[in-house]
């Protein structure tokens, strides 16, 4: 099928999305080791300004990605709508590897201790109830 015209006010809105897209996928890095700086023996922790930044970055990327998707998709332009997918992917990455708050990804795959034995009767030193002595 052949590409359809497009006016020129949407392929501005779609290169306006897709410079948006590029410039959180670079400052989303650079707020996060600003927020985590150790300098001077000092070492900050993100507090709720920075959060709700990333937050914000973060909206501005799923936007600006999905309208670049939708824009390039209805003009029917491979090239871009791979170019721009690729740019979601990376941006998803970035995303979750500088959240903030830190994702513990050794938390998601710790499995939770086996329940305890209701039969279990604990030894205390001294009581005489200890198996063995």
């Known amino acids: 099928m052949p590409r359809r015209p497009v006016p020129p006010t949407l392929s501005a809105l779609e290169l306006l999305a897709s410079l948006a897209a590029v410039i959180v996928v670079v400052l989303m890095p650079l707020q996060f080791i600003g ?35 939708t824009l390039s998709v209805r003009r029917r332009a491979h090239v871009a709508v791979a170019g721009h997918a690729v740019v979601g992917l990376v941006g998803l990455a970035v995303a979750l590897v500088f959240a903030m708050p830190t994702i513990d990804w050794a938390d998601l795959r710790r499995e939770e201790p086996p329940a305890p034995n209701p039969d279990y009767v604990p030894c205390y030193s001294g009581s005489g109830d200890c198996v063995g002595g």
């Open 35 to 69: 927020a985590h700086l150790c300098a001077w023996g000092e070492c900050s922790v993100p507090g709720a300004e920075e959060i709700r930044t990333y937050r914000l970055m973060v909206l501005v990327l799923v936007v600006a990605v999905t309208t670049t998707l």
